[in-house]
T-cell receptor
Framework: GENVEQHPSTLSVQEGDSAVIKCTYS??????FPWYKQELGKRPQLIID?????GEKKDQRIAVTLNKTAKHFSLHITETQPEDSAVYFC???????????FGQGTELSVKP | DTEVTQTPKHLVMGMTNKKSLKCEQH?????MYWYKQKAKKPPELMFV???????INESVPSRFSPECPNSSLLNLHLHALQPEDSALYLC?????????????FGSGTRLTVV
């Protein structure tokens, strides 16, 4: 069935370092790949997304890359700051009715 | 208005109670969703409404009953819940179910079943 695997489950970096989170999806029909940041007790917030016709997208310190052949997409955060600490979820969606399949999440900790 | 509003923010209910969760958006989105999220886990899809019609039910127990009275409102009626149903219930909306554009989550209702 549909599945999204996300690694690592926890990630600790020093302030100013880069952080990379990787996801792999199983459904070749997936064509939409959002990333959400969820702080404790709050809603998942969309931070960046990419569609299957694009290989890379960047927004200030955040970038996402997509390799359709390998069914693999990654989130890159540069110059990390303590306020980047949160749980990050990747997800994959298709034209099949708006359903998003989420990865298991990565708990990112940025140490000052 | 670019928000999805959920009420109440917190709800404690007994196993014999009947309660409802409410979700509202005024972005003109025609797809609305209910997700359930347990602590430190990803959101899990429960229901999808597309143009006010139920299009996906992810085999959710009948003690959860969704309703979409109009294109801006989505309700989740709760009856005879179990303690394991305690979770954060998230509503989301997007422009259309087919495109995922503008997929936005509400702040959620934290439900505790006692």
């Amino acid at each position: 069935g549909e599945n999204v695997e996300q690694h690592p489950s926890t990630l600790s970096v020093q302030e100013g370092d880069s952080a990379v989170i990787k996801c792999t999806y199983s459904d070749s029909a997936s064509n939409y790949f959002p990333w959400y940041k969820q702080e404790l007790g709050k809603r998942p917030q969309l931070i960046i997304d990419i569609r299957s016709n694009v290989g890379e997208k960047k927004d200030q310190r955040i970038a996402v890359t997509l390799n359709k052949t390998a069914k693999h997409f990654s989130l890159h955060i540069t110059e990390t700051q303590p306020e980047d600490s949160a749980v990050y979820f990747c997800a994959a969606g298709t034209h099949q009715g708006g359903k998003l399949i989420f990865g298991q999440g990565t708990e990112l900790s940025v140490k000052p | 208005d670019t928000e999805v509003t959920q009420t109440p923010k917190h709800l404690v209910m007994g196993m014999t109670n009947k309660k409802s969760l409410k979700c509202e958006q005024h972005m003109g989105h025609r797809a609305m969703y209910w997700y359930k999220q347990k602590a430190k886990k990803p959101p899990e899809l429960m229901f999808v409404y597309s143009y006010e019609k139920l299009s996906i039910n992810e085999s959710v127990p009948s003690r959860f009953s969704p309703e979409c009275p109009n294109s801006s409102l989505l309700n989740l009626h709760l009856h005879a819940l179990q303690p394991e149903d305690s979770a954060l219930y998230l509503c989301a909306s997007s422009r259309r179910a087919e495109t995922n554009y503008g997929y936005t989550f509400g702040s959620g209702t934290r439900l505790t079943v006692v």
